[in-house]
């Protein structure tokens, strides 16, 4: 490895220019030509390529700074172990320097086509592209019509390296457009129609332009300052897409390929950098922001379909005040609404009657103090509903959709939703099937406590194929709880209550339990829904059964 100095390239004749992007950092390991910077003109951009492969292992300018060929503008550490010592500056940053020079718009000197009067039009053709051939056309600055002065971009290009404008030889109208965005061009190519004014004798134009391309008879002043992305207006064939209306966009050559490549249209990305420029830093925090809202269901309902609720101004009711949502309400408002606006929900209702479980929960009273462990109905829940889960598979699935597969878990671990004080939390108990009732008990109430404690690893609240939602604590006598997907079913429990049963000959007081199992319905029909709390009622009206 030796260290050489990375210095700015031949620039075309170009003066000083201004840094701003700064691409690489100090310790990034680059390849031979990868961009290091992107420099910029009035009229192009560029990257400075790194002159070899190897490590940078200095950054010593910032963007902003204005730099001239030779400046250093870091260092690098050549992977080749090439004498940086006699890197000289010129063979330094070889591949861009020519997009920097403005296009010479000058040289390539339109031919009359037509004149009349006070006005000719003129064929401007493609200036000379540094020897650069086929350069895509990336943007169209201007309209048929539009009135350009001298200098004004024309259209704008765009190589592997740079990005270029085109600018209007001379001011005058526009007239046809002899190129379309994605068209290829080199020099000498026809690029559009200009009708452009004589000297001194503007009073003609009127009448005489309009000989020349059809269409000259509008006011010559009328559009001459539009925002060069206004006019785009050309999307067939269009490799990129047309910025929205009215939007400017400044960016780099680098950030346009990048834009481009993930698909973000550059007119809705804010701009961090020196006078707007938007940056890879912004296109990417944008492409974040927009997945983020894709995958949360956008907060309110983006990508849906549906339209988000509209908030009043609630002051004018009243005195009101705003708080931020914690990140765990935030999360769980999302999944509860991805949940809702995904999974095709049916509840099924049932009871247990639970009065032998009840008394034999009661009994173990004694036994639990001296384990230090509390019997509570939750472990029985758990307990039976593993056992249906063992025996109706159609509830231990997931969907997948996308590859129209069902996934099926030959496991059976079990979520519990616990309330807390900073909200709704779902610790997962795994293996239910192969532990006991006391060994439930006292993992169900450690997880619960940590929950409460904001105790809970990542780990312990993923992997559940069911959840249980237990409000029997509270009150109620029935909810319709919401899917906790990519699962498939989840059971609502309600307070236990003594209710007449009839027996045959004679009502009989029994504490029956209610109980919610709200399911997918794509997974899931309705009569194994009604299978499973059958189940359900059955393990738990006699205990014993969970034994078999
Ligand atoms: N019917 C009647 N009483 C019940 C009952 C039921 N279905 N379930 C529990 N109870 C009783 C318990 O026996 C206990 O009474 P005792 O102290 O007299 O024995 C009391 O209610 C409190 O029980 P618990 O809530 O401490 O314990 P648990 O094991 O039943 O529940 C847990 C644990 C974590 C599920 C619970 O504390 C909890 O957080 N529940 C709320 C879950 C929730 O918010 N779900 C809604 C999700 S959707 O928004």
Not at 226 to 233: D, G, L, Q, V
Not at 407 to 415: A, E, N, P, Q, T
Request: include cysteine; proline fraction near 7%; glycine fraction near 10%.
């Amino acid at each position: 490895m030796s260290e050489q100095e990375i210095k700015v390239p031949d620039l075309g004749g170009a003066d000083e220019v201004e840094i701003i992007e700064i691409i690489a950092s100090e310790g990034d390991t680059v390849e031979a030509e990868d961009p290091i910077l992107t420099l910029e003109t009035d009229k192009a951009s560029v990257e400075l390529p790194s002159p070899e492969a190897g490590k940078i292992t200095k950054i010593t300018v910032k963007v902003g700074d204005k730099v001239k060929e030779g400046d250093v503008i870091g260092m690098l550490d050549a992977a080749g172990g090439a004498s940086g010592d006699e890197a000289p500056s010129d063979s330094a940053p070889e591949a861009e320097p020519e997009p920097q020079e403005q296009p010479a718009a000058q040289e390539s000197k339109p031919a009359p086509k037509k004149k009349s009067g006070g006005s000719r039009t003129e064929v401007v053709k493609v200036p000379s592209l540094d020897g650069m051939e086929n350069i895509p056309v990336i943007e169209l600055n201007v309209s048929e019509g539009d009135t350009v002065e001298q200098e004004d971009a024309l259209v704008t290009v765009e190589s592997d390296k740079a990005t270029m404008e085109i600018p209007a030889p001379a001011s005058g109208k526009i007239g046809k457009l002899l190129v379309k965005e994605g068209d290829t061009l080199s020099e000498g190519d026809d690029l559009l129609e200009m009708i452009i004014e004589d000297d001194g004798d503007s009073a003609d134009d009127e009448p005489e332009a309009e000989t020349s391309s059809g269409q000259a008879s509008e006011t010559p002043e009328a559009k001459a300052e539009k925002p060069a992305a206004e006019s785009a207006s050309q999307p067939q064939g269009a490799t990129y897409e047309p910025p929205a209306p009215g939007t400017k966009v400044h960016a780099g050559p680098a950030v346009r390929k990048l834009a481009r490549e993930l698909g973000a249209d550059l007119t809705r990305v804010k701009g961090s950098g020196p006078k707007g420029r938007i940056t890879k830093d912004d296109v990417h925090g944008y492409v974040k922001s927009q997945l983020q809202q894709a995958q949360q269901g956008g907060g309110v309902a983006t990508g849906s379909g549906i339209p988000g609720v509209k908030l009043p101004d609630f002051s004018q009711f009243g005195e009101v005040e705003r708080e931020g949502m914690s990140r765990m309400m935030a999360v769980t408002a999302a999944n509860m609404q991805r949940s809702w606006l995904n999974v095709p929900h049916v509840t099924q209702f049932d009871d247990a009657d639970i009065t032998e479980m009840e008394d034999f929960r009661k009994a173990q009273k004694a036994a639990g103090e001296k384990r230090g462990v509390k019997m509570t109905p939750l472990p029985f829940l758990l307990k039976a509903c593993a056992a249906a889960l063992a025996e109706l598979p159609q509830f231990n699935v997931s969907l997948d959709m996308e590859r129209k597969e069902v996934v099926r878990k030959k496991y059976i671990h079990i979520g519990i939703a616990v309330d807390t004080p900073h909200g709704l939390m779902v610790p997962v108990i795994r293996d239910v099937d192969q532990k006991g009732l006391w060994e439930l008990a006292a993992e169900s109430a450690e997880l619960a406590q940590k929950a409460r404690d904001k105790q809970l690893k990542p780990a312990e609240m993923q992997g559940a194929c069911f959840t249980i939602t237990s409000l029997g604590g509270i009150g109620g006598t029935a909810f319709t709880p919401i899917v906790n997907t990519p699962e498939v079913a989840i059971l609502g429990v309600s307070k236990a209550s003594m209710k007449p049963v009839w027996d045959g000959k004679e009502f009989q007081p029994r504490l029956m339990l209610p109980l919610s199992l709200s399911y997918d319905h794509r997974a899931v029909n309705g009569a194994d829904a009604a299978r499973f709390t059958n189940l359900l009622t059955q393990l738990l009206g006699d205990i014993r059964t969970l034994l078999l």
